[in-house]
């Protein structure tokens, strides 16, 4: 299959421990950002979004901060699970398109 | 509807041939965009439509990258004189709004 992220920072983490992953964004003028998760053989699938007017957003296990202050974005994981195990990429929007980060590959301990 | 639908999943092609990808976006979505993704890299945008309008191109898309939606629905991307280093997942992402996308699976090509 396909190898996604060879070559990226790695995140190991222990089955049922909280994930933090980081990120930071290049313009301050940024008013929406996504985090996205990518399979092996899969595109990028949707986690969370948050705008520029929040700080902080929850979803299900998952929770997106945001300072603006420094640009930069985190992801937390409660309880992390083994179907959690992806590349995990932070965008922020741009006129017509996202721009991503690098990625950061999370690795599932059992 | 199932997603947004890429095809083929894998090529292989030799050096200096043209391929040829479509994309099938979710059907109410009226924007398109396309990406290429190189190992230890994010997404990098290629292109973006609005309908069958062709509204940004990236500096990534050189000449022998060309991109339609000609009745704004599924849209095809040809890269001619394929080169090595136009090994890459090809994503086409669709929306209905400014916010967030929704992926294919991408289309994997290799050139040997």
């Known amino acids: 299959g396909e190898s996604v992220g060879l070559h990226l920072p790695t995140l190991s983490v222990q089955e049922g421990d909280n994930s933090i992953i980081n990120c930071a964004y290049s313009?301050?003028?940024?008013?929406?950002f996504i985090w996205y998760k990518r399979e092996s053989g899969k595109g990028p699938q949707f986690i969370i979004d948050?705008?520029?007017?929040?700080d902080k957003r929850q979803g299900q296990r998952v929770t997106v901060l945001l300072n603006k202050t420094v640009k930069h974005l985190s992801l937390q994981i409660a309880a992390t699970q083994p179907g959690d195990s992806a590349v995990y990429f932070c965008?922020?929007?741009?006129?017509?398109?996202?721009?991503f980060g690098t990625g950061t590959r999370l690795k599932v301990l059992a | 509807d199932t997603g947004v639908s890429q095809n083929p999943r894998h090529k292989i092609t030799k050096r200096g041939q043209n391929v040829t990808f479509r994309c099938d976006p979710i059907?109410?979505?009226?924007?398109l965009y396309w990406y290429r993704q190189t190992l230890g890299q994010g997404p990098e945008f290629l292109t973006y439509?609005?309908?069958?309008?062709?509204?940004?191109k990236s500096r990534l898309l050189s000449d022998r990258f060309s991109a339609e939606r000609p009745k704004g629905s599924f849209s095809t991307l040809e890269i001619q004189r394929t080169e090595q280093g136009d090994s890459a997942m090809y994503l086409c992402?669709?929306?209905?709004?400014?916010?967030?996308?929704?992926f294919g699976s991408g289309t994997r090509l290799t050139v040997v």
């Open positions: 992402a669709s929306s209905q709004t400014v916010d967030g996308y929704t």
């Open positions: 313009n301050s003028a940024s008013d929406y």
């Open positions: 948050i705008r520029s007017n929040m």
């Open positions: 965008a922020e929007r741009g006129t017509y398109k996202y721009i």
């Open positions: 059907s109410e979505h009226n924007r």
């Open positions: 439509f609005q309908n069958e309008a062709q509204l940004e």
